[in-house]
């Protein structure tokens, strides 16, 4: 009998995104729970786990060997996308990563998203960087989510090819959409409250400490620049 895959909230809402009948990679797939997921509910026939390091790799080709699903989930071995053929998958998932390394592994791959028609994206910190790659690369961010798991947020990032944004023509208010999401601004969830109440506390205790140095130019305007972010972190989790 097959070993049935559950996954975690944070999973959870990043398969919903997934289309259904998509060919999905999945980079720095931890255990191919998320292909293996997606092969035993139907929503996708064929899926690539990508793994940088051969101990995961393994783990992650014991799992879909638990399950029987080795025709379908093909394990590779490579760092982010150069696990890919050109115009191979149509989907690509990549979670639980810092967006810095998220945008990173996406630029490097630019070669193999011919055929890309989604890009589902769970950055741990600075979403902000995946929003802005999203957005010169030529991917409309088309859905934002935001879950609360064991004391930590995290946010899902949903992209598909197109010119169209939600981003406004202000300057100054786009940067603060893409620092927190124009679909979370709106809407507001808990799970974001939480994530940006928390982030404002983090610059209250480094103001504290910042204010007991050297009142040198440089840092009373490094002050207020981290007064004003904290002040919008304040704003939009109230």
């Known amino acids: 009998m097959q070993e049935q895959v559950t996954l975690d909230r944070r999973l959870k ?5 997934i289309p259904k009948g998509s060919v999905v990679a ?6 191919a729970y998320v292909p293996c997921y997606l092969v035993q509910q139907g929503i996708v026939n064929r899926a690539i786990a990508g793994e ?3 101990g995961p790799m393994e783990a992650a080709k014991a799992q879909v060997a638990l399950i029987g699903a080795t025709e379908q989930i ?3 071995l490579g760092d982010g ?3 890919l053929e050109a115009d191979e998958a149509t989907c690509i998932s990549i979670c639980g990563m810092g967006g810095s390394l998220i945008r990173s592994i996406l630029e490097s791959g630019r070669d193999k998203l011919g055929a890309v ?5 769970q950055p741990n910190v600075d979403g ?4 802005e790659w999203l957005l010169d690369a030529g991917f409309v961010l088309i ?14 990032l949903v992209g598909e090819r197109g010119t169209e944004t939600r981003y406004s023509s202000d300057e100054t208010e786009r940067a603060w959409q893409l620092m927190f999401g124009p679909y979370l601004l709106e809407t507001r969830p808990e799970a974001f409250k939480l994530k940006w109440g928390r982030e404002a506390d983090k610059l209250d205790y480094v103001l504290g400490q910042m204010a007991e140095g050297a009142q040198t130019e440089a840092l009373i305007q490094k002050q207020e620049e981290f007064k004003t972010l904290r002040d919008k972190m304040r704003e939009v989790s109230n």
Not at 26 to 31: K, L, R, V
Not at 128 to 131: A, F, G, T
């Open 26 to 31: 999945d980079i720095g797939s931890d255990h």
């Open 74 to 76: 093909d394990v590779r």
């Open 143 to 156: 859905a934002e989510s935001i879950v609360e798991e064991n004391d930590k947020v995290y946010e899902i």
């Open 13 to 17: 809402q990043v398969v919903d995104f």
């Open 128 to 131: 902000q960087h995946v929003r």
């Open 81 to 83: 996308l150069a696990v």
């Open 117 to 121: 028609e989604r890009l589902v994206l």
């Open 52 to 54: 940088v390091n051969r």
